[in-house]
């Protein structure tokens, strides 16, 4: 059984910083391309950031290039999310995710977990 556990969120200041974690099981990790999306209240799901499996070719959503970096441990069956720079908008609940990139109607149909909120206020 795929199982996918966020864990990192919380609250931040805008300029701030949090880093977010995700343990994989149940499948082969260093195979899978890995991502991060995130649902803002009252929105759609939102790609944020992708990894390939063994390769670790990385991509961005435009919102967050510069500010957020996406890396994987495969000994450790982890991935994880280090956001800079935080804004306000970068507030919603974050899922990791198997895939690499997509539109929403995309990453909804993703195996993701159960989410870490992130909430960026002053």
């Known amino acids: 059984e795929v199982q996918l556990v966020e864990s990192g969120g919380g609250l931040a200041q805008p300029g701030g910083s949090l880093r977010l974690s995700c343990a994989a099981s149940?499948?082969?990790?260093?195979?899978?391309?890995m991502s991060w999306v995130r649902q803002a209240p009252g929105k759609e799901l939102e790609w944020v950031a992708g990894?390939?499996?063994?390769?670790?070719?990385?991509h961005y959503a435009d919102s967050v290039k510069g500010r957020f970096t996406i890396s994987r441990d495969n000994a450790n069956n982890t991935v994880h999310l280090q956001m800079a720079n935080l804004k306000f908008e970068d507030t919603g609940m974050y899922y990791c995710?198997?895939?690499?990139?997509?539109?929403?109607?995309?990453?909804?149909?993703?195996?993701r977990g159960q989410g870490t909120q992130v909430t960026v206020s002053d």
């Open positions: 149940g499948f082969t990790f260093s195979w899978a391309a």
């Open positions: 990894i390939s499996g063994t390769t670790r070719v990385l």
């Open positions: 995710a198997k895939g690499l990139m997509g539109s929403s109607e995309i990453v909804a149909r993703w195996t």
